[in-house]
């Protein structure tokens, strides 16, 4: 394998580094990792199961919280503060991060998730999605109000301010998309799917105005196409759960209703306009700070509970090749081939632009040990510039080993 330890990521949950100490990341060397994208913050409250800590074996994530001693007069003219966990008592996870992976010799970055963040969007609902029926949503947070892009933008800024950071990685960057399944595994129709992922706030129409875009009246299309959806007994939907899997729709209902590809164009502006002004923000602080995102695959549904489509999903490749972006983290976490074809796409979208692409791929769960090294080298004959592991609390001592074994080290 090609990759060299500078092009070798993992990312860290914190309970690692409460559990382990600074011997995490001389546990990251000996693997063969060089960068470390360390969770600042995560949008849900993910239930962990540490194969290497017997002892704390099981762990849920508290959702919506800040790993660091967040200085809230940062935020005091907002409605809303970073509320940093409760699970660390006073101690500031990053900056213990930080100053661990440095004297590692590891280069450190911060993962960040803005746009989503379920403590946020149930505590104050004034910041959250609004679908076109005018419900909440619980999850995704509203990228056109302008508290919201504010706060998120001061969130990164005091990361980098506060600590000596390479990389800021930011996750969650889309609007809204819906699972593929409500409550009980009843299937969405995909027409539903689809206009169910949109936002219709009053601070979405003002912004989607101002690029000529009546939002109001696509919210009237949308309940139309949605009325017809919805009388589809639900049986019948379900009968077809095979067939159905998310997007199956989604060309000709774009061909027949072009105004949702123009919805879909305008949420592509608003994301590289919110990142165009967090890269000013960054240089501003410090400069030298790489800007990054964490997408899902070009080509297989996301790997986590709402499948997302790139698509959907504010995550068009190509669209961000010119971005003021350093590099497009792609989150493959299947098999080899699909490692290797989604890292094809991935990085035939962006040929040509000044962003590059590094794969991450599963490091947990099903894949074993053996599998580990064909995993690398499908990323590598997909042309990927790098390589992370997601990620190190879920690897298994035998994992490890195999990435040590995969450079040598």
């Not at 803005?114 to 990228?143: C, E, M, Q, T």
């Not at 590094?358 to 997909?382: F, I, K, N, S, W």
Request: charged share 25%; with cysteine.
């Amino acid at each position: 394998m090609s990759f060299t330890t500078d092009a070798t990521w993992t990312c860290q949950f914190p309970i690692s580094l409460a559990i382990e100490g600074e011997s995490c990341y001389s546990q990251m060397v000996r693997a063969g990792i060089g960068r470390l994208i360390f969770c600042s913050v995560i949008y849900a409250p993910y239930r962990l199961v540490l194969p290497r800590s017997p002892q704390r074996a099981i762990y849920s994530m508290e959702e919506g919280r800040y790993h660091y001693r967040v200085e809230k007069d940062r935020y005091r003219d907002l409605p809303v503060t970073p509320t940093p966990a409760a699970d660390w008592g006073d101690r500031d996870m990053v900056a213990e991060a930080v100053m661990g992976a440095r004297k590692a010799g590891i280069t450190p970055g911060a993962w960040v998730t803005i746009f989503a963040n379920g403590l946020i969007a149930k505590s104050h609902p004034d910041w959250a999605v609004r679908n076109l029926y005018g419900s909440a949503d619980r999850l995704f947070l509203d990228f056109n109000h302008p508290e919201v892009r504010e706060y998120s933008l001061r969130v990164v800024t005091e990361l980098v301010e506060r600590y000596e950071l390479d990389e800021i990685m930011l996750d969650k960057i889309p609007q809204s998309h819906l699972e593929l399944d409500s409550f009980g595994g009843v299937r969405i129709d995909p027409v539903l799917r689809i206009l169910g992922s949109f936002c219709f706030s009053s601070h979405a129409k003002a912004a989607a105005a101002q690029s000529g875009i009546d939002l109001e009246e696509c919210r009237r299309k949308a309940l139309e196409l949605a009325t017809g959806c919805l009388k589809i007994p639900p049986h019948v939907v379900n009968s077809q759960k095979s067939e159905l899997r998310g997007d199956i729709e989604a060309p000709l209902l774009l061909l027949d209703h072009p105004w949702i590809m123009d919805l879909l164009r305008w949420r592509h502006t608003c994301m590289l306009d919110f990142l165009t002004e967090l890269r000013q923000r960054i240089d501003s602080v410090r400069k030298g700070v790489e800007l990054t995102v964490a997408f899902v695959p070009p080509v297989q549904a996301g790997h986590d509970a709402m499948q997302p489509r790139p698509w959907l999903a504010v995550q068009s490749y190509a669209a961000h090749k010119d971005a003021p972006l350093d590099r497009i983290h792609s989150v493959v976490h299947w098999d080899e081939d699909a490692v290797e074809y989604d890292t094809h796409r991935a990085t035939d979208a962006v040929a040509g632009g000044r962003t590059k692409i590094v794969t991450h791929v599963r490091a947990y769960g099903p894949t074993r040990p053996e599998q580990l090294p064909r995993l690398a080298e499908a990323a590598e004959r997909g042309g990927a510039d790098g390589l992370a592991y997601f990620c190190y609390d879920l690897m298994s001592q035998e994992l490890l080993d195999a990435a040590r074994q995969l450079t040598g080290c």
